[in-house]
Every structure is written in structure tokens, then in C-alpha cells.
T-cell receptor, first 111, second 115 residues
Framework: RKEVEQDPGPFNVPEGATVAFNCTYS??????FFWYRQDCRKEPKLLMS???SGNEDGRFTAQLNRASQYISLLIRDSKLSDSATYLC????????????FGTGTRLQVTL | DTGVSQDPRHKITKRGQNVTFRCDPI?????LYWYRQTLGQGPEFLTY????????KSRLLSDRFSAERPKGSFSTLEIQRTEQGDSAMYLC?????????????FGNGTRLTVT
């Protein structure tokens, strides 16, 4: 089982739609979580951190459920420019302070 | 530009050759990571440094791979006797150590093609 699992998609949604991605992580010791965005053939870029209480950044809302070990990302009012792959990331502060990435969920927003 | 820079951007090599990639992190960042990414997959952790100390190496990093960060600034990743399975995007990232996890800032990557 992968440490961080995501539905690879693709999710094809019309412009203006609301779309949600879920991600599960297997390491209960994971402490920090992030969503990264990756455009085709580009490097991943930090979209937002995920806080226990949930957090919002404009049209983007991230939620964390530690009991069920999943993270979600909600995108409201999708734009064409939101088309990208969204990578879920978990990490824990221990001997291995590395970020573990999911395979990514591809989003395609259409007219 | 104060971002993470990687060199070269692209490298095509023949099977069996050695290749070396360079990464210059964000100057105030003390952690430097190497990841590898293949098509349709997320980045896979290879190794990371805190200052000049290499603190962890993934099982993915066979003995043909070696990474260094001699002065705690730039890093190099060398692959000896390349194989076709080494073809991938090699991503370098840096961060500032702190409590909890620190987000990574990635470079543009080095795309390796082994023919």
C-alpha cells in the first residue's frame, strides 16, 4: 500500500464547477500536510498547507481528518487555469523529515 | 533570481555512461532534497541533506547513485553506469528546517533520457 494515495483522475469539469479531491495517508505519525500543484512538464509548486482546523485560500479549501487519515481539497468556481495535477503530500518530523507525495490527481477544466 | 536552480535542464546519455546534476538551493535554506519523478507518478524521495550532512537515503537510491553537498550549499547527484530505467525527471528542492514540516521549493528539474 502506498503511503499517500490519490485517485489519479482525470477529473473533467466545466468552468465554474466545484470539484473536490480526497487523499488518504497510511502513516498515523504524519504531522504536516500540503497540496502542491504541478503543471505539465513543470516542477511542483506549493498550493497550500493543510491545517487541522481546515483552511481556505480564495477559491481553495483544504480539510484534514486525522481520525480517518484523509485530506481533501475543494476548488470552487473552477477556472480554465486550474487545469493541472494536484499532489497530496504528507510528512512527519522524525528521523526522516521527508515529504511523501501521492501520485497526483489530474484536473481538466473545460469551457 | 532567488529560487532553486538546477543544471542541466535536459540530459541525454547513452546507457552505461555517468551523469552528474547540480542543484543550487535557495540561499538561506539549510535542507536540500533530491526527488525523482516519472510520467504519471508523484515525486519519489531519493535523499536529503541538512547542511552538509546526508541524513537519509531512499532504498530507491542504488549504489550507482551518489549525492553530495560538500559545503552545505549546492549539491550534486551522480548516476554511474546509467540504465534506461534511470530515465526520469530529477527534482531538487530546498526548505528551511523548523517545527513540523516545512514546504519544499522545487527547482525546474533535470530531465534525463538514457538511450
Amino acid at each position: 500500500r502506498k503511503e499517500v494515495e490519490q485517485d489519479p483522475g482525470p477529473f473533467n469539469v466545466p468552468e465554474g464547477a466545484t470539484v473536490a479531491f480526497n487523499c488518504t495517508y497510511s502513516n498515523s505519525a504524519s504531522q504536516s500536510f500540503f497540496w502542491y500543484r504541478q503543471d505539465c512538464r513543470k516542477e511542483p509548486k506549493l498550493l497550500m498547507s493543510v491545517y487541522s482546523s481546515g483552511n481556505e485560500d480564495g477559491r481553495f479549501t483544504a480539510q484534514l481528518n486525522r481520525a480517518s487519515q484523509y485530506i481533501s481539497l475543494l476548488i470552487r468556481d473552477s477556472k480554465l487555469s486550474d487545469s493541472a495535477t494536484y499532489l497530496c503530500v504528507a510528512t512527519y518530523t522524525g528521523t526522516a523529515s521527508k515529504l511523501t507525495f501521492g501520485t497526483g490527481t489530474r484536473l481538466q477544466v473545460t469551457l | 533570481d532567488t529560487g532553486v536552480s538546477q543544471d542541466p535542464r535536459h540530459k541525454i546519455t547513452k546507457r552505461g555512461q555517468n551523469v552528474t546534476f547540480r542543484c543550487d538551493p535557495i540561499s538561506e535554506h539549510n535542507r536540500l532534497y533530491w526527488y525523482r519523478q516519472t510520467l504519471g507518478q508523484g515525486p519519489e524521495f531519493l535523499t536529503y541533506f541538512q547542511n552538509e550532512a546526508q541524513l537519509e537515503k531512499s532504498r530507491l537510491l542504488s549504489d550507482r547513485f551518489s549525492a553530495e553537498r560538500p559545503k552545505g550549499s549546492f549539491s550534486t547527484l551522480e548516476i554511474q553506469r546509467t540504465e534506461q530505467g534511470d530515465s526520469a525527471m530529477y527534482l531538487c528542492a530546498s526548505s528551511l528546517v523548523g517545527t513540523g514540516g516545512s514546504p519544499l521549493h522545487f527547482g525546474n528539474g533535470t530531465r534525463l533520457t538514457v538511450t
